[in-house]
């Protein structure tokens, strides 16, 4: 007789949890604050980001000696706002919405030449509609952005936009004339007004806090107009159709006129008249035709199916995504994203049917393979998970959470070393991803590894911006693994660059 796959915590925010936890022993439970291993108070944080932003001897940052030194003054900025954010925002790690945009957030950091920034791209669950970036290539993403976007080019738009601020050094450029206080401030702007959730966040984007962060980020009109000319070529350059730029911007605008209150905070910080909007269109225009359309980046409708379900009503989501399969029974995607939310809650008896037809109109996407796999395999019905999963490993070889899903079929039959090769595989594909991280960890920990459990939990909260988590667990490691072997190095490397 068989038995069902277990839903194994990833131990972060909101994951892939369906049916039975495991958890490794000594982990915090779900949704935990850690007390230890904390930076200094808020005040204290801003004091070190005004330390960095001023500089020795009273210098201001931007006047650094050499690019090296001002480029390694942001990087420090960045990493230090993002400890202290990693407190205070509320992240999110489910592979559909995380992984999705740090996909789309690298193809676009790809095509930017020579540039001296490694990217990394963080979701905030907040139904904000908002992004913004800090020095170093720290970049944000709110959930209620990804939920509001059409399109992959309308989000592309955005992160390029807010990648070309990072490239212009605009942060630093717009602060190097204030004085000590109000770069504190500034600093703590910025951070207070991206917090809540529920009703709270909702507040968040009111007038006056987004004209709060419209003074922290600072961004006046030349930092707009040199974003907006930067992300045109960028967008050409990784394929995707710069016209999301213009739907994007024409569609807030005519909201706007018809409700200034209701135009999204992003526009409060990037300031949306009329004439930007007609150099936008007039650049597009006199720039050469666009590079060739590259292949979508995977899961655009997955991604903002996630994010709707985590900050909207979830009665309100299913409605919506089951009339549109009631109105287009022949569209495969129309049919699998209410199967596909249905499996994200646990409703199984729903999800089936709806994962069923998906994959009977359009047997060669393997998402919809391997999300019935899933099903069945929560379900208890290992054989047909099995057939389905390899239906999604012939379509798709390389895909990091199908390697999940295979590990997590394996440890259910209880192939407990073949069950680690998917974790580790899934790993090697994808090494930012903080869901294959845990799941390696989660498997590490029952084997009685804990030093190497602790070692991957550490990566995937790193992966997924839970930095104060990451170095708490690399420090938990680092007591446990033995200090000559190649994992201790890592954990000391890790430790050493947050603590640095």
């Known amino acids: 007789m068989e038995h069902g796959c277990q839903g194994f915590s990833l131990m972060l925010s909101h994951n892939f949890q369906l049916g039975p936890v495991r958890r490794t022993p000594s982990v915090p439970a779900e949704g935990t604050r850690l007390s230890v291993c904390r ?5 204290g944080v801003l004091a070190l ?39 205070q925002l509320r992240l999110m790690d489910e592979p559909e919405i995380l992984d999705f945009s740090k996909r789309l957030g690298k193809r676009l950091a790809s095509n930017v030449y020579g540039s001296p920034y490694t ?24 959930a ?63 007038l006056a806090q987004a004209t709060q962060i419209t003074t922290a980020l600072h961004y006046s009109r030349e930092f707009e107009r040199e ?13 995707f159709d710069t016209k999301g730029i213009l739907t994007l911007f024409e569609r807030f605008h005519s909201q706007a006129r018809l409700n200034a209150a209701d135009l999204p905070p992003y526009f409060y910080t ?56 009631v109105k287009n029974p022949s569209d495969a995607r129309a049919q699998f994203l209410p199967g596909y939310v249905y ?39 290992l054989d047909a998970a099995e057939e389905f999963l390899a239906i999604a490993s012939r379509l798709e070889p390389d895909n990091s959470m199908l390697e999940v899903f295979l590990g997590d079929l394996a440890a259910q039959r209880g192939k407990t070393e073949e069950a680690l090769r998917h974790y580790e595989r899934a790993v090697a594909l994808d090494p930012d991803s903080s869901f294959a991280e845990a799941n390696l960890a989660m498997a590490y920990g029952r084997g009685g590894l804990t030093g190497k459990s602790y ?34 190095k890592l954990a000391e490397e890790q430790i050493l660059w947050f603590e640095g």
């Not at 930076?39 to 005040?43: D, E, K, T």
């Not at 949306?272 to 150099?279: N, T």
């Not at 790193?462 to 190649?486: I, T, V």
Request: hydrophobic content about 45%.
């Open 270 to 325: 990037h300031p949306l008249p009329m004439e930007r909007l007609y150099e936008v269109r007039s650049w597009i225009e006199a720039t050469p035709s666009p590079a060739a359309r590259k292949d979508p980046i995977r899961g655009f409708d997955t991604a903002k199916a996630t994010a709707r379900l985590r900050i909207q009503e979830q009665q309100e989501v299913l409605a919506s995504l089951e009339d549109g399969a």
């Open 119 to 142: 990217y990394k791209f963080f979701v905030v669950r907040n139904p904000t509609m908002n992004a913004f970036a800090v020095p170093g290539g720290y970049v944000y993403v709110f």
């Open 39 to 43: 930076l200094p108070s808020f005040p």
């Open 144 to 206: 209620g952005l990804l939920s509001t976007v059409e399109t992959e080019d309308e989000l592309a738009a955005v992160l390029a936009h807010e990648i070309s601020h990072v490239e212009g050094n605009h942060f630093i450029r717009g602060q190097k004339k204030l004085d000590a206080a109000n770069i504190a401030a500034a600093a703590a702007m910025i951070l207070a007004a991206t917090l809540g959730g529920g009703q709270q966040a909702a507040a968040v984007g009111t």
């Open 343 to 381: 499996l994200k809650i646990g409703n199984l008896a729903l999800a089936l049917p709806y994962l069923e037809k998906a994959l009977n109109l359009d047997p060669s996407q393997a998402e919809h393979a391997m999300y019935l796999g899933r099903a069945h395999c929560l379900a208890g019905r």
């Open 227 to 239: 974003a907006d000319r930067g992300s045109i070529p960028l967008l050409r350059a990784s394929g």
């Open 455 to 488: 070692l991957h939990l550490a990566l995937a909260y790193k992966n997924a911006g839970e930095y104060l988590k990451s170095l708490y667990y690399f420090k938990k490691a680092r007591r446990l693994l033995d200090k000559d072997s190649k994992d201790a």
């Open 49 to 87: 980001l005004l330390g960095l932003l001023v500089g020795a001897a009273g210098c201001g940052l931007y006047h650094a000696r050499s690019p090296g030194e001002r480029i390694s003054y942001e990087e420090k900025i960045g990493k230090e706002f993002a400890l202290e954010a990693s407190s």
